[in-house]
């Protein structure tokens, strides 16, 4: 882990990942849903955009807050899960599509989750950066009432990020890493 990274001890450990593993992507991938819900336990809403607020979260979701840096949780702004393991884990539990009961903000598609941790990237002009992998928990269980899903997402579930720009984000938007300019402004600003 980088110097300076924070460690949480729930995390996904890398080599337990069953995601997209390195080498398995584009290089560059794209947002293909978003969202988001104000109600810890509500359904979640599709929505084509949203408003991201670095530290903050987004717009009206469950997890947005004056700031998480201060609450020493800078992995709760974001979340993101790859459709690819979606429609595997579909599969498994022989249902449709249930990216809407995943409790994850942001669907990707062609992007290895795994290569965004400990590194900055940008979603359209939002810049973020992967604080850590992580599991399925009791509560998604319960809220999804879909049996099976903490299994079937298990070492899979997505990465938490940190927003580190304001912006919006938007359905088709691209994901790509940050060049080594992107991250010298941020440490700067």
Not at 53 to 64: C, S, V
Not at 148 to 166: C, D, V
Request: with cysteine; charged share 25%.
């Amino acid at each position: 882990m980088p110097q300076g990274e924070q460690s949480f001890p729930w995390e996904t450990p890398p080599e337990l990942w069953r995601g997209l593993k390195p080498g398995q992507s584009s290089s560059q991938g794209s947002i293909v849903s978003i969202y988001i819900t104000p109600n810890p336990s509500g359904s979640m809403v599709s929505v084509p955009q949203v408003r991201a607020f670095a530290d903050r979260g987004l717009e009206g979701d469950r997890f947005f807050r004056e700031s998480w840096i201060v609450a020493n949780r800078p992995d709760k702004a974001v979340s993101l899960i790859e459709e690819e393991v979606l429609k595997l884990a579909a599969e498994e539990l022989g249902v449709a599509d249930f990216a809407d009961r995943t409790r994850r903000n942001l669907v990707t598609r062609g992007v290895a989750l795994i290569d965004l941790l400990h590194r900055e990237f940008t979603i359209g002009g939002v810049r973020m950066r992967g604080i850590r992998l992580f599991e399925p928990c009791a509560h998604l269980e319960k809220i999804s009432s879909l049996p099976g899903i903490f299994k079937a997402l298990e070492h899979r579930s997505g990465l938490k990020a940190a927003i580190l720009s304001n912006g919006i984000l938007r359905v088709g938007d691209p994901i790509a890493l940050a060049h080594a300019g992107q991250s010298a402004a941020v440490q700067a600003g």
